[in-house]
């Protein structure tokens, strides 16, 4: 009953979240959080260094991820230290990966990429997780099982790549096609749900020249599909169906990610399949194979116990800097700019 409590109010809670979402971010003064103002000698003004709500909500979006995956992995019985120093690692990975990856496949370096960073990480995650097991003693919570932390890994990947998607509503990016340019069915379908982003600073309307412009929602449909996925995975991870976990989780969201590109608007290449669509499509039949090689043999998880083993210093700290990690790194605009002027309210002296 306390899994059906657990599912029941993460559901709700990331109901509510998504539609704040898709009915505020699209919006223009939800682009930037904060600007750092800097004197600029050279031009005797003041400029600023944006701080963006896509990185604050992507920061966000992994500290769910991890908080997640460290309460069904605590579930069995894992060591939080265990899952810390694989979840540090695969998220160092995971974000040089976002980033010089995306530069070599799109040829530019002020981008990021959930798709290449996806990649690399299932790729790696199982070699990751043997390396844990043998750089860590077993007082300190390994060996840890290989195919029940996959199957966390993944749901918790699900569950904050669909929260992650928030952000690129903010920014604008990964946009869906114009409802023009669709199918008559399309355009009915979609005519009262689609996006219509405000802002001359966002990526939709500075590369393709769509602001106003009603398009596809395919953030949002990503958001509902990821996380739904995540919540279904995370739900046969706690009735121990580790396999069935981390094939759904990995499956639906690569599958999906390969087929939603059809509906995207943004450059992804050119070619009939996008490098992207590619590497998702290889993780295919790589996840099938890892769920048929490694075994499954875990206890049956107790989310209680899981959630218990977050109320530690430690973790608590941990997730904070994790958080401020990728706050820093994702968060400091790199495409645009500002200009500040400061004066003085004289008739409050």
Known sequence: MM??????LLALVTGVVLCWGFRCLPNRHWQFAATVPRFDAASGAWQGHNLTWYGLLT??????AVALILSLLGGIGVSHLAVLVLAVTLLIVCLAAAKGLAALIEGKAHTFSVGAAAFVGFMLAPWIIAAVNRLLPAGAGAPLPILPTLAALTAGYAFGEGLGRLACISFGCCY????????????RLFSRWHFE??????KIAYADGLE????????????LVYCGTGLLAS???LAGRFAAAFLVAALVTQGWRAWSETLRADWRGSGRLSVYQIL?????????????????????????AGLDSLW???VLLSLQGLWLLVFICMGRSQVTGASMTFFVHHDRI
């Open 235 to 237: 739900g046969l991870f």
């Open 212 to 223: 106003g412009e009603p398009v596809l929602p395919v953030q949002a449909l990503t958001a």
């Open 176 to 187: 869906g096609k114009p409802l023009a340019q669709c199918r008559p069915w399309v355009r």
């Open 312 to 314: 530690h210093p430690g």
């Open 59 to 64: 920061a966000t979006a992994c500290l769910a």
């Open 280 to 304: 998702s499509l290889l993780i295919l039949p790589y996840a099938i194979g890892m769920a048929a090689w490694f075994g499954a043999e875990a206890p049956l998880p107790d989310i209680a």
């Open 3 to 8: 899994n059906l409590y657990f599912l029941s």
């Open 197 to 202: 982003f405000c802002g001359d600073t966002k």
